[in-house]
């Protein structure tokens, strides 16, 4: 599918740009009827102020044949076809975007959008571009479909106020049907429906296409936006119907047996010791999979995105944890040398690298460095994964054993699922996938709740730590008790017995990673009896035969025995197993001391393990700052002394003056804060009653104009069903929308709101009368799967649900989904 878009800039009257763009997945082979084109949105985006020569002259076309047709080839064809037509060829941007308001590289268009803002002055009059892309909004298509993919080039042409719609439409069908062969009576084109004029110039000037194949479509279908804000405009789309005889398009064709794919796939099928062609649709499904992930991983690492647990990391953590998975699911242990221990991804991301010469030459480049990436990210992921599927497997087998003997649906405790985030380090999202492809639910009410008790107890202190090592007990006997030598020193050398590295053990760490020392002595205290683990640094000095290393400790804690655990960040260098260090307490954070009986004269004498001052004048000041219960009979108590007292109190004296001016408290007397403060608090308390009501009567006013939009299900029972987005109503409101409603309508009724509140924020509700519950439709299971499609979960009871997410983009085919899911149940029940 070819898409022409004329865009205009924000809410102007005139238009600005001109894009066209097409993603490149295409067949080995143009355009017989067993060809495989991929169907893709193509963007067109242009300038009015462009000098337009009418289309006198007829187009011709080609005969359709059966022309070779690589990927390279139609990739370097389209942009010399637009390079002859004036168009500067660019390079492709990285997918790493400029672009603070986009996590990755989207759209052709995007390395253009400050031209399109108006925010720089363009460079060149026209340019086409292949731009590499990264989409995982639908990864769980991704093999699924013949279309949906997670990286993909996007071959455009952009006119920067240099022609318009004429020529953006000659050209794209001279692309299609001269350049790459295709059966003009094959192709059909929509527009959008109140744009006459690009309608004329298909049916008047492009006179091959005949009026019953050019279709006005809606809005929805051919009215393109980037946002609430900027550029926006009718588009107008080239469609490849595969099947003419039958009046339109039903077969769609296969973009992962192209040769852009194909060649990796066959590497999987070799590594899995399957045949693709003879193989079964499931497996044949996990081996698209894995094609589609290795190209996004590899050109991500390459752009300088490496794996972590936030932003554009996860992502490709999350892309490289799924090939993992699939690959094991295909029985792919190890690598091709016969080490069951070994990673294969690396494999796989060779015969990537092997075909991205024209994609971005670039890549080869840096190939050591992807390589050794992915063998470290996935040597790592085995060990949690082989851990939560064993218990993933069990708890998965107990939920379809007890919904048998219950008659229920099966569904899996969110408890559960957070034990395995939590504990095995296993991404829920792999465990959605695993517990779906086996018909079991996940609660993602109650793993939102564990998450929220997990925030809030993140900055408690803990007294040990778990080395989180699979093979615990070889640990302990090949690593000796630290002999502790702080109470004599806080210098000292000593030798390097073992390194964790995000709980397993290694035997080379590198500059950047955080990991975990364990030596044979040290002058660190590890955290016990109320004192804090030392700070410092360990130290490797540069000789003949070895480079400087420095890891900064910030935490010391005992665990497995008598085992100190430091606990840093390799600043510089590499440290290895075996290793002299010479390791430094911070003096400045810990006051040397050699007495073990303390004694304050006339308050008490004590015996204690820690190390202390020798005379309470170092003390100097001493503040409780907190106390709590931690057992029965026993208060702890956090206070802080010497210098950190001197900040403590400065500090807070600062802060009162600060407050004192905020309030207007003129005579800045401290004893006047706390009452001007109750006063304020009141004032904001009744404040913001009177906005929540407010807001609730608006939610209402306009829960009462959208029932106008209710319509009915059923034959034998007319259920009264409303399903509706509520702009930016707050989740409160929402849910006074709803309770409104299902009263106005009354029984039988079921009404699904949904709203965004503010940014990255959706709200969702689910009111549904007492007799629509009595058919077995609840309100709090509904609404779960729909909130997943926007980022979150949810739940609530069988009549009344709320629910949130994070991917407010996501929430129109949200509720469409509810719409059509709804309508099918209450179909099936009230025939």
């Not at 253009?112 to 995982?136: D, H």
């Not at 035969?545 to 430091?566: C, F, M, P, W």
């Not at 929402?734 to 309770?739: H, I, N, Q, R, T």
């Amino acid at each position: 599918m070819l898409t022409i878009q004329n865009l205009h800039a924000g809410f102007r009257n005139y238009r600005d740009f001109i894009v066209q763009s097409l993603s490149l997945i295409y067949p080995t082979r143009l355009p017989s009827r067993n060809s495989r084109i991929k169907r893709r949105d193509l963007h067109f985006i242009r300038n009015a102020s462009a000098s337009v020569q009418p289309l006198t002259e007829d187009l011709v076309e080609e005969t359709s044949q059966d022309l070779p047709m690589s990927g390279n080839s139609i990739r370097r064809r389209f942009l010399e076809f637009y390079a002859a037509r004036g168009h500067k060829i660019l390079p492709s941007s990285s997918l790493v975007p400029d672009d603070p308001t986009v996590l990755l590289t989207i759209a052709g268009m995007l390395q253009f959008k400050p031209v399109f803002l108006g925010k720089v002055p363009r460079q060149v009059p026209c340019a086409t571009t292949s731009q590499k892309c990264i989409r995982t909004n639908d990864i769980e298509n991704v093999g699924r479909t013949s279309r949906h993919h997670t990286f993909f080039e996007m071959l455009g042409n952009f006119s920067f106020g240099d022609y318009f719609k004429k020529e953006a439409i000659k050209w794209a069908w001279e692309l299609s049907t001269i350049e790459y062969g295709l059966t003009a009576e094959n192709l059909w084109i929509s527009v959008y429906e109140h744009d006459e004029e690009t309608y004329a110039i298909w049916h008047d000037e492009v006179k091959r296409v005949p009026a019953n194949r050019i279709k006005k479509m809606g809005e929805e279908d051919n009215f393109w936006t980037s946002g609430l804000t900027g550029p926006c405009g009718p588009c107008s789309e080239i469609y490849y119907d595969f099947h003419p005889n039958r009046g339109h398009s039903d077969a769609v064709p296969n973009n992962y047996e192209t040769d852009l794919i194909f060649p990796i796939i066959e590497k999987v099928s070799e590594l899995a010791n399957v045949s693709y062609a003879l193989t079964d649709d499931s497996s044949r499904t996990k081996l698209k999979v894995i094609g589609d992930h290795m190209r996004a991983i590899v050109y991500l690492i390459s752009d300088g995105v490496f794996p972590s647990n936030i932003g554009r990391g996860y992502v490709v953590r999350r892309l490289i944890r799924r090939a993992v998975r699939t690959g094991r699911l295909l029985g792919i242990r190890g690598d091709e040398k016969g080490n069951i221990e070994g990673a294969f991804l690396p494999i796989v991301a060779e015969k990537v690298i092997d075909l991205s010469s024209e994609i971005d030459p670039d890549v080869k480049t840096r190939k050591a460095r992807i390589l050794e990436e992915l063998k470290r990210e996935e040597l790592r992921f085995v060990v949690t994964l082989e851990r939560g599927e064993k218990l993933l497997d069990e708890m998965l087998d107990e939920a379809l054993e007890n919904a048998k003997l219950n008659k229920t649906a099966p569904c899996l405790s969110g408890k559960i699922a957070f034990l395995l985030y939590d504990t095995y380090g296993f991404p829920v999202e792999i465990t959605m996938e695993e517990a779906d492809e086996r018909g079991v639910s996940i609660d993602m009410s109650d793993f939102d709740a564990e998450m929220e008790i997990q925030r809030r107890q993140s900055q408690a202190a803990h007294n040990t730590v778990k080395l989180m090592v699979e093979n615990g007990s070889e640990l302990t006997e090949n690593v000796p008790d630290t002999e502790f030598l702080g109470y004599d020193t806080l210098y000292s050398k000593a030798v390097i017995k073992g390194l964790l590295l995000s709980g397993k053990p290694v035997v080379e760490v590198s500059k950047g990673s955080e990991v975990e020392v364990l030596l044979d002595r040290t002058p660190f205290y590890a955290e016990s009896g109320g004192q804090i683990g030392d700070r410092g640094l360990l130290k490797v000095t540069e000789t003949e035969s070895r480079k400087t290393a420095v890891v900064e400790i910030a935490d010391v804690q005992k665990s497995l025995g008598n085992i100190y655990v430091h606990k840093g960040m390799i600043k510089e260098g590499t440290i290895t197993v075996g290793r002299e260090v010479e390791a430094a307490v911070d003096a400045k954070l810990r006051q040397r001391a050699k007495v073990r009986v303390v004694n304050v004269p006339g308050v008490s004498m004590e015996l204690c393990g820690g190390t202390h001052v020798s005379n309470t004048s170092e003390i100097r000041g001493f503040k409780i700052i907190s106390e709590q219960g931690i057992a029965s009979g026993i208060r702890r108590i956090e206070a802080v002394a010497g210098d950190a007292f001197i900040e403590y109190v400065s500090d807070r004296d600062n802060y009162m003056k600060q407050l004192c001016s905020t309030l207007k408290v003129i005579s800045v007397k401290a004893e006047e804060v706390p009452s001007r403060v109750a006063a304020v608090m009141e004032e904001l308390r009744m404040a913001k009653n009177e906005v929540s009501a407010a807001r609730a009567k608006t939610a209402v006013y306009k829960a009462s104009v959208i029932a106008n939009n209710v319509f009915h299900v059923g034959t034998s029972t007319q259920i009264r069903v409303l399903v509706e987005f509520m702009d930016d109503t707050d989740a409160d409101s929402l849910k006074s929308a709803a309770e409104y409603l299902v009263d106005a309508l009354g029984d039988p009724s079921a009404i699904i709101l949904g709203s965004s509140p503010g940014e990255e924020k959706v709200s969702l509700v689910a009111a549904f009368s007492p007799s629509v519950v009595s058919m077995g439709i609840q309100a709090g299971k509904f609404i779960g799967p729909i909130a997943k499609m926007c980022g979150g979960g949810g739940g609530g009871r069988a009549n009344f649900a709320q629910a949130g997410g994070r991917k407010p983009e996501n929430l129109s085919s949200a509720l469409e989904k509810a719409r059509t899911d709804l309508v099918s149940a209450l179909s099936e029940k009230a025939s």
